[in-house]
């Protein structure tokens, strides 16, 4: 496989791709082909997850979260985790 497991946190898995590679990383990165990813992730873990794909080699940082992601860790590092409810709509 061309891609490296790097890592993961909460609900992002870090990917790499080699540097040699850059063509394939730019198409992995592109929001339709990650989206891919992503479904195939989350069939394999059993819950929703996001793909952070990077260069290897290349400094790695903390796997972004989704904004979304990051106002709900807010709001439970505020308000305690039991006192805050999700609501899909």
């Known amino acids: 496989s061309n891609l490296k497991y790097l890592g993961e946190d909460g609900d ?8 040699k590679w850059n063509m394939f990383l730019m198409l992995l990165q ?3 082909k990650r989206q891919l990813i992503e479904q195939q992730m ?12 990077v260069a290897e080699g290349e400094s790695q940082p903390k796997p972004a979260r ?3 992601q990051q106002s709900l860790q807010q709001a439970y590092d505020l ?10 709509e």
């Open 79 to 88: 308000f305690g985790r039991e006192n805050v409810s999700v609501l899909d």
């Open 30 to 32: 592109q929001d339709s």
């Open 42 to 53: 989350a069939e394999a873990y059993g819950r929703p997850m996001h793909a952070q794909i």
């Open 12 to 19: 992002i898995v870090q990917l790499a791709v080699p540097k």
């Open 66 to 68: 989704p904004p979304a």
